[in-house]
């Protein structure tokens, strides 16, 4: 993970060891921060909101989230989480990897469900809601592995095994839908490529020559395929995910405003104060005046 670490401004819980990765953040938008931009990774997350509303982006497909929901995000699929209007929310992330889950001899678990969810021939909801008919008792997994985690009792593992066992089959049995493979993926693919570039070099110079060399595509045909794709434009992204990185370290360290600059990708301070003041509505000391 990379972005996932939200640059250390949630409350973070480690559970266990790396032989056992299973992480909670709990975080608040925009207490701590103002958005979580598009990321994707190889482990499961199940982002469960606690307070408020916010927008939380699954595969570019937008989804209003309250008090009560749940989204569940599956190895590989591009996410973000945003502030809506003026409101703020709380949530909390559950992180972990599958392979917690998964038989290294591939059992009936494995073949006939995770692997299917993970090649997309088999769907779970992305948004779990409280109308949803047994929410109660899915929402109580996650409940109880908080509970668990709480204390750490010894054998832990196995509890919060069995609580993530319960969540699935809970999905599995009332909620899996067979389908066809993505009608997209190169789309989606090609993203992820953009996105982990940004996400691996935004504080150097990025050009439109070097991204589009890198996915194959003319620059024209870069621009255009951007466009139509995130409905803005690359440069205006890169703008957005470099002031994000930047409000963080504004908080996090003692860095003049010059080297947070300079540090996220600006070479000019004048056009990052502009371009701050434009995004989050002041200035980047006043910003960290009033957090």
Known sequence: M????????????????????????LCSIPLDFMSVPLHWHEEME?????????IVTVDLENYH????SMVLIIPGQLHSIHQYENTSMEYENIIFHPNILMSRQSDDCTTDFFQPLFFGTISLPTLLTPSLKNYKEIASCID???????IYPKAYQFALKSQLMRFFFLLFSTCAKEKNLPKNPRTLDKIKQIIKYIECNYMRKITIADIS?????????????????????????????????????????????????????????SYFNRLF??????????YRKLR
């Open 2 to 25: 990379n972005i996932l670490e939200y640059e250390n401004y949630q409350e973070k819980k480690s559970h266990g060891n790396p032989s056992f990765p299973y992480i909670t953040y």
């Open 46 to 54: 199940i982002i469960y909101i606690k307070k408020g509303k916010g």
């Open 65 to 68: 989230v309250s008090a009560g």
């Open 144 to 150: 109880d592995a908080d509970e668990i985690c709480k």
């Open 213 to 269: 060399g890198e996915t194959g595509l003319s620059q024209s045909h870069f621009m255009k395929y951007f466009k139509q794709t995130m409905g803005t434009s690359f440069i205006e992204y890169l703008n957005e995910y470099r002031l994000t990185m930047a409000s963080r370290l504004l908080l996090s360290s003692d860095s003049s405003i010059l080297d947070i600059a300079n540090e996220v990708g600006f070479e000019n301070l």
């Open 277 to 286: 003041k434009r995004h989050f509505g002041t200035t980047p000391s006043h």
